[in-house]
């Protein structure tokens, strides 16, 4: 709709002339900022990626929080304390992206406690040994970073910038993940066999990170076009199978896949198709721990309840004081 103003007035600028600056920022790939003009569409879109992203960082914890208590030793579970601490601060600054946004945060953790936004699908398997650390760090995290790198480039400001730290730490867990399992395959037969069924029981669900196949994966097309998303899922698949070829092979173990080869003609490896069905059963709630991950985060905000009544009653009194 056009409203052409008399007075030529720039700040009453009509609705096309809004979309048009939006769409010249995005083909020119500035960046869009909180306080500029953005379709509804984006800023809802936006909104759901990056809480998805941060419920996923804030959920997990878990699978690797359950090792703390029973790290192997006092360097292992210092480590571990790191990494685990490290996700949840990439949890608060993605709130924090979502929350320029215009949404409230205390909202967003109620969708994620009462199951009505998702988060990744890999938090709800179990990490059943130690060597599940060590795999978590080395694919879970790599998968990770292969879907988030391109973020540092998304569109919207916030996020772009959040991203490029959350990388730098992510690149981190994932080597810590892999110095652990070499240890591990530098140790007895047990150990390196504990380390194989680890990546054996890994492989498929971190495949399954990169969310469905192309031709199943509606929204994709309008993320490309707004730049907050960068390549396709397979696209990302593909390249996270490539990379991890070669670090199985230098760490000495096998992916569950007799179809893994290389394939000279592409340039890239052939590999099998995880079983869509059991990804669809475990993002619709019935994954292994999707409702043991979903308690514990309520619980562990219903403990919590007494903090952010203790911090808000602090900074009234602190307000109070000041205006006294
Ligand atoms: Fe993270
Ligand atoms: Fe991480």
């Not at 150990?191 to 994709?220: I, K, Y």
């Not at 340039?267 to 308690?295: K, L, Q, T, Y």
């Not at 808000?312 to 009194?317: C, D, H, L, P, T």
């Amino acid at each position: 709709m056009t409203t052409a103003t008399p007075s030529g007035d720039p700040l009453a600028a009509d609705a096309s002339a809004l979309q048009q600056h939006f769409d010249d920022t995005i083909a020119s790939d500035q960046r869009i900022e909180p306080r500029d003009w953005m379709p509804d569409g984006y800023r809802k879109t936006l909104i759901r990626q990056i809480a998805q992203h941060a419920h996923s960082e804030i959920i997990g914890m878990q699978p690797e929080g359950n090792w703390i208590t029973r790290a192997p030793s006092l360097r292992r579970k210092s480590i571990l304390l790191a990494k685990v601490q490290d996700e949840a601060g990439h949890g608060l600054y993605l709130y924090s992206a979502a929350e320029t946004l215009g949404a409230d945060r205390a909202d967003l953790t109620d969708q994620l406690i009462s199951g009505k936004q998702k988060y990744s699908s890999i938090f709800n398997y179990p990490s059943l040994t130690f060597a599940d650390v060590g795999v978590i760090g080395w694919l879970v995290d790599g998968a990770a970073i292969c879907n988030q790198v391109p973020l540092c480039r998304s569109s919207f400001g916030p996020y772009g910038r959040a991203m490029i730290r959350v990388c730098k730490e992510e690149s981190f867990h994932q080597r810590q993940g892999y110095e652990l399992l070499m240890s591990m395959m530098r140790g007895t037969q047990a150990q390196r066999d504990m380390v194989q069924e680890a990546v054996d029981r890994w492989w498929w669900p971190a495949l399954m990170m990169f969310g469905p196949p192309d031709d199943r994966s509606p929204n994709t097309e309008q993320s490309m076009q707004w730049k907050i998303k960068r390549h396709t899922n397979d696209e990302l698949r593909q390249r996270f199978v490539d990379m991890s070829v070669p670090q199985a092979k230098a760490l000495g173990v096998t992916f569950p896949d007799p179809a893994l080869v290389w394939n000279a003609e592409r340039g890239h490896h052939d590999f099998d198709e995880p079983d869509w069905s059991e990804f669809m059963a475990v993002i619709g709630g019935n994954g292994a721990c999707n409702v043991e991950r979903v308690a514990n985060r309520r619980a562990a905000h219903e403990e919590g309840e007494w903090v952010r009544a203790a911090a808000v009653a602090f900074a009234n009194r602190q307000r109070e004081e000041a205006q006294s």
